[in-house]
């Protein structure tokens, strides 16, 4: 059991800047998020895109943007379970709450704050018959083991990054690789494109475009794919394979949250926003673009603000007795749980004679 | 000015709407701007042709703009795309589209 001050669901910015605003208040936070890494949309969707309307920053790539946040709450010490997606939410008598991820890891928290963007992120799959037959039985999405498929014959369907680099990657573990998109032009890192051109020309990589796979055909597991290369469906042909992986990115859904009895309005959790950003569930918040009130902005710089307030709320929450007043960083530094502490250096007092 | 599109939205209903031409908008922002399509499931990324959500296919024969190598690479990946398919985001509204007729293509 994972336990701490305030549970984060989503590790975007959102969730990320509330770790900083829970840590100048001695709270403790673990964030949970589906994906592999921090930074939510940022580092998934368009981790190379220039953001302009961050305060502060005239410019800033929304990856830089994440980078920049990670070290800002460095010194709080924040947990991460990552590649997790939270599932259920129970309410204990003492009034703390226990998330259990879909891989069944349990957190322990007085407070959960939702920051869950516009959902947890699902593979978006091809549309073929039987597609579900075969998942897990030779279709896999996500590639978690690529140990799987050694000296295995392996199809990608893809033209990103991923499906690049996979197929660069898995031409040292499989027996055979086969690559099919839809065009002929790959958008990609420029020495992936290169480099699966180069693997091409070695032999080491079937490349089929344009291409798309049209079928799926085996008994018990997938045994072959049938392939279309012409508009003609009378050309179709088969390619035996193993394993089949299907990289066309991924989609935001808001998933198991819409279960966890919290009012829903335009696939958002609404919020009390004259105070707090609390849900309908008194210690459950919900910040950033998962939350919705009358003038809503799905913006960073608003996630921010919902984050800040959600905190205080939190505290007062935690330690109802206790007196607060907010403290400026200019005048209370930032002292981490590392035992780190930043603060501004005192002025100097000398006379002139 | 504004000018009259045709939105036929994703359970075959179709709406005449009012759309401003001096707005910067796009076609992604005039649907969602009259909620034609829940919230969630149009204008995932925002406009940045990245997710195609708002895939549509054009009806009438306007001129459009051309096809972005972003807006193809997109299309290329995306699901239900047709010869007319495009990406809402990537059509400003201009003048010159008044009278203009779209279907949005389903969630995927």
Redesign the interface.
Known sequence: MIKTDILIIGAGPTGLFAVFEAGLLQLKCHLIDALPQAGGQCSEIYPKKPIYDIPGFPEVLAGELVDNLMEQIRPFQPGFTLGERAETIEKLDDGTFIVTTNKGTKHSAPIVAIAGGLGSFEPRKPLLENLSKYEDNGIAYIIKDPEIYRNKRVVIAGGGDSALDWSIFLTDVASEVTLVHRRNEFRGALDSVEKVQHLKNEGKINLITPAEIVGLKGDEKLEAVTIRKSTDPQQDFDLNVDNFIPLFGLSPKLGPIADWGLEIEKNAIKVDNTLDYQTNIPGVYAIGDVNTYPGKLKLILCGFHEATLMCQSAYQRIFPDKKYVMKYTTVGGVTGFDGSKKEAPKAVVKAID | MDIKINITDRDGVTHEVDAPTDMNMNLMEVVRSYELA????IG??GG?A??A?CQCYVKSDHELPEKS??E???L??A??VEDNSRLGCQIRITEDLDGLEVELAPE?
């Open positions: 829940p919230e969630g499931t995932v990324c940045m990245m997710c959500s190598d972003d193809e690479a997109m290329a990946e699901f239900y995927s």
